[in-house]
């Protein structure tokens, strides 16, 4: 349960997250899409950066490939770019440690080599092949189909590449299909099989391993595991007035060391939408493929799942399709997925183990590394609060709110979990790569973070309005820290003393950069506190938290949060997506105070303009406040330049609450609740409910 900060300043008018044991951050801007680990540690990284120097105004973005020691030395950067946007998605390492980058462009100048495998640009947009030598030059460069998904190489130095379009030497295609390539560490084309080919791959000495999700019909192999689709798998996801959509199944395949051979081809699915996100191989020869499953069919109920094993880790797809809204008509199916691991034996013909990975909400698989012994690393979006493993308190959990990133462990037999560890949210999938130790790295966007599995003492920090988990703060912000804080504390709220809220409650404090915060609540999981104003102006700033983890024996955890000047956020009056009329809303519920004075809810929705809500993270909007002080009455007021979405920008004044901590600010809305604030934009998951007309 979380303890409001502004119920209980109304009330009385006053009164991992997984810890990263290395982080190091690209250049700003910086998305890396792929990422390998060398035997010595050494961490290279793909993916696309704004040009330093764009050649036109559609050159937005440049494909990078970097390699970083442990410690986040730049041995090189090396960009690839031409006219127009080129993004790498792919990256595999040689033995000499080369690094081959693929991805797509639409640069017709992007900068192929002289007598390349493919040197003209075939379209709008082409895929391409790299070399990047261990000194970061370009050994060669060359375009490639239409899109490159997945590289591998072996112990030869040999370049295996899996895309979209026709391969090397075939023509442009007019529909979609999919190819497999091999090339020698020259970049001189081996073969180029027009006609299979998939999203991600492996290879060995037997062969070359290709799984990927296609809405057509393949051609199986006889005795495989799943010769055809499952009975009642439709062929459209959605079926509109002038379209539709078609739904896509997981296949995997498996060809002959020379890319003619097709020893075994099978889908691997049921009846609703699988997508693999990765796939490795054991020394064996079987196949292990992660991804994503949903968890039913469009316009059906009755459908086979996707196939999972007895004493598998979680034999059920858990995820509920909530009855979200919708203005298309006819109305488009709701989706829901899990993750699955699933193992296929050597032949292509039964399953190892197969489960899911989920919890009630959407949650997906986007990466998956095998160890030595056989263990599965897996990295995620999850939005369920009940996802597999996880060890921390309710508030630190995601939710359809904010989703957040994930990495566990699966054991090599599918049947056992370790303890799930939450990222600090991100706009980005995250990326997975596994160092030689079985260490876990995980690129989020431009950041490179290396995972702790023991369990933290602090286990996230949210902002106190929406309780969103963040990694930012305002100066004079309201902040939650929860975690394992001390079993023995007892619960207790502030009472201000000489219009000062205290920075010790029970003789527990928290300070920033030694600045000691005001104390708002302790409780065993839960502190909430004010940010000091005094941080204004700093990158970032050490947290340390008093704790009493053992019940008696003072300790102090401390953690890092960056300073932003302002974080403009709503107070809700609950993170849960509310109900009204049987329909579930996807937005969380304002705590706002409708013109009658009635607090807004689905049975008493607002009328009319204006609605009272209520923000912090505002920062030092006013000279002068003062860190922890209560307001006055009459309060202080300031203007802000809101916009509200469709009205543009406009000025509104905000005004502080008398006998409430100051940072706390109330403010009349229009219906449409504030996208902006003095141009910093508000994370948009609160809404309220109108009455129609």
């Known amino acids: 349960m979380r303890t409001s900060v502004l119920a209980a300043c109304l009330a009385c008018a006053l009164a991992g997250p997984a810890r990263s044991q290395t982080q190091i951050t690209t250049p700003q801007a910086t998305m890396i899409a792929a990422m390998q680990v060398d035997a010595d540690g050494n961490i290279y990284v793909a993916g696309s950066t704004p040009p330093s120097n764009p050649r036109s105004v559609n050159d937005t973005s440049d494909v990078f490939v970097s390699k970083v020691t442990p410690g986040g030395q730049i041995l090189y950067w090396t960009e690839l770019g031409g006219n127009n946007i080129d993004t790498a998605t792919a990256l595999a390492l040689t033995p000499d440690g080369t690094a081959l980058i693929g991805g797509d462009t639409a640069s017709p100048d992007f900068p192929v080599t002289p007598s390349s495998a493919q040197s003209t640009f075939r379209g709008s947009s082409d895929g391409f092949l790299a070399a990047v030598a261990p ?20 112990a030869s130095g040999a370049v295996y590449v899996t895309g979209q379009g026709s391969g090397f030497g075939g023509p442009v295609p007019t529909t979609v299909q999919f190819f497999t390539a091999k090339l020698d560490s020259t970049g001189k084309v081996l073969f180029s ?19 990927g999700s296609t809405s057509e019909s393949i051609t199986t192999t006889d005795g495989s595991f799943q010769p055809s689709l499952p009975p009642g798998a439709p062929a459209a996801c959605f079926v509109g007035q002038m379209s539709s959509v ?13 890319g003619t051979e ?31 499953a949903a968890s039913t069919c469009p316009y059906s109920s009755d459908c086979p799942p996707y196939p999972v094993t007895a004493g598998a880790y979680q034999q059920i797809n858990l995820a509920v399709v909530p009855p979200f809204p919708t203005s298309l008509i006819p109305p488009a199916p709701g989706y829901a997925f899990n993750g699955f691991v ?82 600090p949210p991100s706009d ?12 876990a790295y995980v690129a989020t966007g431009q950041i490179i973070q290396t995972v702790d599995f023991r369990p933290s003492t602090v286990a996230c920090v949210t902002d106190s309005a929406e309780y969103n988990r963040i990694t930012a703060v305002a100066p004079g912000e309201l902040i939650s820290i929860f ?27 928290v300070r920033f950069n030694g600045i000691a915060a005001p104390m708002l609540y ?18 970032s700033v050490e947290v340390q938290v008093d704790t009493l983890p053992d019940g008696s024996t003072p300790q102090t955890a401390s953690l890092t949060l960056n300073v932003v000047d302002a974080a403009p956020v709503i107070f809700v009056q609950s993170r849960e997506f509310p109900s009204c009329n049987g329909v579930v809303n996807p937005g969380m519920l304002a705590l706002a105070i409708n013109p009658d004075s009635s607090l807004n809810s689905c049975a008493d929705p607002a009328t009319q303009a204006p609605v009272t809500i209520f923000l912090t993270g505002l920062g030092n909007i006013v000279p002068g406040l003062v860190t922890g002080a209560v307001e006055p009455n009459p309060a202080q007021m300031v203007s802000l330049q809101v916009e509200f979405g469709y009205q543009g920008i406009i000025t509104v004044e905000a005004h502080a609450l008398p006998g409430a901590i100051n940072g706390v600010w109330s403010l009349a809305s229009d219906l449409a609740l504030p996208y902006s604030i003095n141009g910093q934009t508000l994370p948009g998951s609160a809404a309220i409910f109108v009455k129609s007309n």
Do not use: H
């Open 342 to 423: 699933t193992g296929l034996n050597a032949d292509g013909n039964s399953l190892l183990f197969s489960t899911f990975l989920g919890g009630s909400d959407s949650d997906q698989v986007t990466g998956m590394r095998q160890n030595a012994v056989g263990d599965f690393y897996l990295a995620g979006s999850a939005a369920s609060p009940d996802f597999p493993g996880l060890a921390v308190p309710p508030a630190c959990r995601p939710d359809p709110a904010q989703p957040l990133p994930f990495v566990t462990r699966l054991s090599a037999d599918g049947s056992m979990l370790s303890q799930t560890q939450l990222l």
């Open 522 to 539: 302790v409780s065993p999981d839960q502190y909430n506190v004010q940010v000091p104003y005094e941080v204004a102006g700093s990158q």
């Open 193 to 211: 099989n027009p006609t299979t080919g998939g999203s991600v791959m492996a290879v060995d000495s037997s062969g070359i391993y290709i799984a």
């Open 483 to 509: 975690g394992s804080l001390g079993p023995g504390i007892s619960p207790l709220a502030a009472v201000a003393q000489n219009g000062q809220i205290p920075t010790s409650l029970g003789g527990l404090g």
């Open 246 to 258: 078609s739904c896509d199944y997981q296949y995997v395949a498996k060809l002959g060391p020379d």
């Open 135 to 154: 000194n970061g030059t370009v050994r060669w460069a060359t375009y490639a189909g239409t899109q490159v998904f997945a590289l591998a190489s072996d």
């Open 262 to 292: 097709t020893i075994y081809a099978t889908f691997l699915t049921g009846a609703t939408e699988s997508f693999p996100a990765a796939l490795s191989i054991d020394s064996r020869g079987n196949v292990y493929t992660a991804g994503s």
């Open 428 to 439: 980005f999938s995250p990326v997975l790569a596994l160092g030689p130790d079985d260490t």
